[in-house]
């Protein structure tokens, strides 16, 4: 069959301005059109002014086939996901097409659906609205198949268009979409691949990349985007076959246009190849977590320790959290905090008269509508708008402006309170109050496939983090009132530890610093980077393994763990205690027991001292670096930069600090090392929206920014040291853990 034959119903759902419906007219034969486009092309439009736009477009195009003009009878002016409630608004005529439309058998749907998860602020009331039908259809199908603990992403207007789409077909059919690519790779999205392929004979992709979400030389491979850089999310084309009696095929068709091409190469890759048969595909083998690209995925990975699993599966830690989540960063965040406090008391002054306003009008139900949203008073979100439905006052404690890492090695003051934090998850249990920051630690991991993931140990409130967010894995928990501290690391996993290396002298702030060493291994990282962008981490029993050398083992008296010996931990876990001194360790012997042990020690002190590292960077002593001095003393930072060849940094106009080490760059946390973050947040910026402004100087404290710098720069050349002397990753085999789910990102 073709797009000419006759009772081969074509449907545009979100026609736009026309493009796609007439780029289809130009492939149906002439012959064939005036009966097509009287009967079987169909596309809708929500907008007035583009529905006028593509209305004018298909019937000039038209015109220009037949020589005649003629009114289209295929378009609607309707919300394609709800053409039921939204009916009864338009004119007859309107609905007269709309029940026509709803009547045909479609065997095609085309077209470029609009992908956007949420807006990106509430004040600007373009909220994508919410679907009953839709949305269920969505939640016991994507989501009910899917192993992902966070599964936002599902939200999104194009993954609702997927979803309609596949619904609106009989057992034969065609969805050619272009559209995101995420769902092809991110496991958010297993559930809805599964379903997918479930659901059709034949699926084809082609992978035109240009994510610009992504950094560094990852963000250069994906290249140009498509449309010219218009949409910053990577695209591809989608084909879906249906065919009734046919066997599906196992594998998909997938061909990815490459790495580093420009807008304009891609541009001419599609137009040479302006037809499936002549695209080159490979063939892609989903894996049982239905993963489609499996390059670079280890199967050992799911034999690993899970940190933590959102089922009965047992794991390392009992639970973990997302980081804190504001959905308004300029007004509850700020490195000053009078200035906090100032624009925090502002806005909630302006929230609670909204409230009376609101109460005095009536109630309106459109509280989108009625709000003010005045960007220098107040920053809405779905959840503070539903407070005031329920009229929820907010009153203002100075006991909430805690201490927060907003970005690694940045320090800000946060107004952690549940009203101003659209999510606070789980760290009303984590960081009560200040008595846990000096006892607990966490480890701070960043999730997601657009930065390489990182971990860094925080004892303060961690941000929830940009671009797929982040996992929290605290060492301890509490009730809220701070009360009931209890340890968060599962006795079944102190058990596992314990039984693998035949050592019960392993404790669970043990196994805490193993985990965070083992996240910082290059060896790790690399090998299971693909694994880790994924799913949370999990974790291997590191041996010594055949390649290990013989002075890398040794016996050691159990009492003692050898010339490694760890100071400030004791068998109840409790961090700061001293468990004794060390003892001389026995002669080399050949890879036993003993060897194991041993290298988990060295694990176990190398996650130590880096967790210490990290957490208490601002005591650490300063990188000697060469201070070059001009004009009048001044300390204040406005924007500082790195020199062209990074062994500078000019502070300002007074003052830039010489010798930086290359070997600093090579402590990186996602798209940037550690001092390039300092760089990067300690700057004075004003946010356009609200004008309020964030100033990184202290007037108590004039030279903290330049200290700072010497002392990251010492943090990330003592990381790497200990990173570096790690030894290398030989994992032991053992039985894989009780398959289930793994609590993936």
């Known amino acids: 069959r073709s797009l000419s034959d006759k009772d081969v119903h074509i449907l545009d759902p979100f026609v736009g301005t026309g493009n796609f419906i007439t780029r289809v007219m130009k492939e149906i034969k002439t012959s064939a059109l005036p009966y097509k486009y009287e009967n079987e092309l169909h596309c809708n439009e929500v907008m007035l002014l583009p529905y006028y736009v593509a209305s004018m477009n298909i019937e000039h195009e038209y015109l220009e086939r037949t020589g005649g003009y003629k009114a289209f009878p295929g378009i609607c002016l309707v919300d394609t996901f709800d053409m039921r409630i939204q009916s009864a608004m338009f004119a007859e005529e309107n609905l007269e097409r709309i029940q026509r439309q709803r009547s045909q058998p479609i065997f095609v749907v085309i077209g470029n659906p609009p992908y956007n998860v949420g807006q990106l602020n509430e004040n600007d009331n373009n909220k994508n609205r919410k679907y009953k039908e839709l949305d269920r259809r969505v939640s016991e199908t994507y989501a009910r198949l899917s192993r992902a603990t966070n599964k936002n992403a599902l939200s999104d207007i194009y993954v609702k268009a997927f979803r309609w789409a596949s619904d609106r077909l009989g057992d034969d059919g065609i969805v050619a979409f272009v559209s995101n690519n995420g769902f092809v790779e991110a496991k958010a999205f297993d559930g809805m691949r599964r379903e997918l392929r479930a659901g059709f004979t034949s699926i084809y992709h082609l992978d035109l990349r240009g994510d610009a979400r992504t950094t560094g030389d990852q963000r250069r491979r994906e290249g140009g985007n498509i449309f010219e850089d218009a949409v910053r999310v990577g695209v591809g084309i989608t084909l879906l076959v249906r065919r009734k009696g046919v066997s599906r095929d196992p594998a998909v068709h997938f061909y990815d246009v490459g790495d580093y091409l420009t807008f304009e190469q891609k541009r001419n890759f599609l137009e040479g190849h302006n037809s499936r048969r002549v695209i080159p595909w490979g063939l892609l083998t989903p894996d049982t977590g239905e993963n489609w690209i499996t390059a670079g995925i280890h199967d050992e990975y799911q034999g690993f320790l899970p940190c933590v699993s959102a089922s009965e599966v047992p794991a390392i830690f009992f639970s973990s959290s997302n980081g804190v989540k504001t959905n308004r960063d300029v007004w509850t965040y700020n490195f000053n905090r009078m200035q906090l406090e100032r624009q925090v008391k502002a806005t909630i002054d302006f929230y609670n008269s909204e409230i009376l306003r609101w109460r005095h009008a009536g109630k309106p139900k459109d509280v989108d509508q009625f709000v003010s949203s005045d960007d220098t008073r107040i920053a809405w979100s779905e959840t503070l708008k539903h407070d005031l439905r329920r009229e929820h006052f907010v009153e203002y404690s100075e006991d909430k402006i805690r201490r927060s890492l907003y970005r690694p090695f940045a320090k800000m003051f946060l107004y952690f309170d549940r009203a101003l934090n659209e999510r606070v998850y789980g760290f009303p249990g984590i960081f009560p109050n200040a008595k846990s920051e000096s006892e607990n630690f966490v480890i701070w991991q960043k999730v997601g496939s657009n930065w390489d993931p990182f971990a860094v140990a925080v004892n303060v409130l961690p941000d929830l983090l940009p671009q797929s967010g982040s996992q929290c894995f605290p060492f301890y928990t509490y009730d809220e009132d701070g009360s009931n501290r209890r340890e968060n690391i599962n006795d079944w996993a102190l058990n596992e530890f314990r039984t693998h290396y035949s050592d019960t002298n392993i404790t669970k702030w043990d196994i805490f610093h193993y985990v965070y060493a083992v996240l910082h291994h290059p060896e790790y ?221």
């Open 525 to 745: 990282r690399e090998r299971y980077a693909a694994n880790l962008k994924r799913e949370l981490p999990r974790i291997p029993f590191v041996t010594a393994g055949p390649s290990t050398p013989p002075e890398a083992g040794c016996a050691r008296d159990d009492n003692h763990k050898g010339d490694e010996a760890i100071a400030g931990d004791d068998n109840s876990g409790v961090r700061g205690e001293d468990r004794g001194p060390s003892t001389p360790a026995a002669q080399p012997q050949a890879a036993c027991a003993q060897d194991d042990k041993r290298i988990f020690w060295k694990f176990a002190e190398a996650g130590r001292r880096l967790a210490d590292l990290h957490v208490n960077y601002e005591q650490q002593p300063e990188y000697p670096l060469e201070r070059i001095e001009k004009g009048q003393l001044n300390w204040r930072v406005e924007k500082m930069r790195l020199s062209k060849d990074k062994t500078s940094l000019i502070y300002n106009d007074f003052l830039t600090l010489r010798g930086i080490p290359p070997e600093t760059y090579e402590y990186r946390l996602g798209n940037r090392s550690a001092l390039e973050w300092v760089i990067d947040q300690y700057q004075v910026s004003t946010d356009k929206r609200s004008g309020i402004t964030n100033d990184p100087n202290r007037a108590d404290d004039p030279e903290y920014i330049v200290r700072l710098i010497g002392q990251v720069i010492t943090v990330s050349l003592a990381t790497m040291e200990i990173v570096k002397a790690l030894p290398r990753l030989e994992i032991a085999e053992v039985a894989a853990v009780t398959s289930g789910n793994s609590g993936g990102t």
